[in-house]
């Protein structure tokens, strides 16, 4: 089938459009908001007035880069949720006035899925079952993947995401919001062994972070205490440190998962999946352990609405839609398999 059909996202701080056509996206529209750099973290009402200000010109956009008009369309994709419940409002009342204006079927898409599904945007594609390591500011998953559609979440977070540890770590440490990429980039620099921090002991395949962050700041404020300008003068290191810490601890589950599921098809999604150490530490491991490992392009870890395209593809081909009664939901399970 060569369905055409326009997606928007809109789960959190970035809006954004996309069309798929017979399964390969040919459009991708983001509009970062900058707003909430100076408040050190998203504030959501202003997120919800930046996705109206946005969402008309970034959906135009992403028609007229697919050379797509709106009667062209099979169908309107929206993320459903998780996420923040005033942004997610925007684009599903968007998306439910879009489709019945023109007639056509509504998909309601969630939000981590999509996430995983970007690994089906761009060759190669992992094999089924595979296992996929989800990590974002608000969620960390491990996730088999039995099929597009259908995915079992084996390992979470009992606490903070590791994409909010990265943040919260580099708010203490005096660094801007976004803190995460920042922590990335001095950590290149450092020594990651330069200091070390203790595992959170958590039961089967779940995570905790909570006890890292107070670990980090007790072990700052005695460091401060001996010298004020310690931060300063050792942050490479500080940065190499901790994000060696959170890799560790993440890594660590992932390779008890794959002994434990008998998997070795690897992936990882989430915008902490962008994170440059992760990535070069997972791809190292999967050569140890004969790992087939996919890490999605740059552009498809952070949100975006080409991961809600592909996975409104393979939702249209199963004819599942919604009705216009469909409601935002800011804590969305998964919709397949769940533990």
């Known amino acids: 089938m060569n369905q055409t059909i326009l997606a928007i996202e809109s789960s959190c701080d970035e809006t954004s459009a996309a069309v798929v056509q017979g399964g390969k996206v040919i459009s991708n529209i983001v509009a970062t908001q900058s707003v909430h750099e100076q408040y050190g973290g998203v504030v959501p009402e202003l997120a919800s007035r930046a996705h109206q200000k946005h969402i008309v010109p970034v959906i135009d956009q992403a028609l007229k880069q697919a050379g797509i008009k709106k009667q062209d369309l099979d169908a309107i994709a929206f993320t459903k949720g998780p996420g923040l419940l005033g942004a997610l409002l925007v684009g599903s009342s968007f998306a439910k006035s879009m489709a019945q204006s023109l007639g056509i079927p509504l998909i309601g898409i969630n939000h981590m899925q999509a996430h995983i599904l970007a690994h089906f945007i761009d060759e190669p594609h992992p094999k089924f079952p595979f296992l996929c390591l989800t990590v974002s500011g608000g969620h960390t998953q491990l996730v088999v993947v039995h099929d597009h559609l259908t995915m079992e979440v084996v390992g979470e977070t009992q606490d903070d995401a590791v994409g909010e540890a990265f943040d919260k770590t580099?708010?203490?440490?005096?660094?801007?919001?976004?803190?995460?990429?920042?922590?990335?980039?001095?950590?290149?620099?450092?020594?990651?062994?330069?200091?070390?921090?203790?595992?959170?002991?958590?039961?089967?395949?779940?995570?905790?972070f909570s006890g890292i962050k107070?670990?980090?700041?007790?072990?700052?404020?005695?460091?401060?205490?001996?010298?004020?300008?310690?931060?300063?003068?050792?942050?490479?290191?500080?940065?190499?440190?901790?994000?060696?810490?959170?890799?560790?601890?993440l890594l660590k589950k992932l390779k008890k998962a794959t002994k434990q599921y008998k998997i070795s098809e690897i992936a990882i999604a989430g915008g902490v999946s962008a994170n440059s150490g992760l990535r070069k530490t997972l791809q190292e491991m999967g050569k140890e352990k004969g790992w087939n490992v996919y890490i999605p392009k740059f552009e498809y870890c952070t949100d975006n609405a080409a991961m809600i395209a592909i996975t409104a593809h393979y939702k249209y081909l199963k004819g599942e839609f919604e009705d216009l009664t469909v409601t935002s939901n800011p804590r969305l399970k998964f919709e397949g398999i769940n533990q």
């Open 170 to 208: 580099a708010k203490i440490i005096g660094l801007p919001y976004p803190g995460g990429p920042l922590i990335d980039k001095y950590a290149q620099e450092g020594n990651p062994l330069a200091y070390e921090f203790p595992d959170v002991s958590t039961t089967g395949l779940n995570f905790s």
């Open 214 to 249: 107070t670990a980090f700041l007790n072990f700052l404020r005695k460091e401060v205490q001996k010298d004020p300008d310690f931060i300063k003068n050792n942050l490479p290191d500080i940065c190499a440190s901790i994000q060696h810490t959170l890799i560790r601890i």
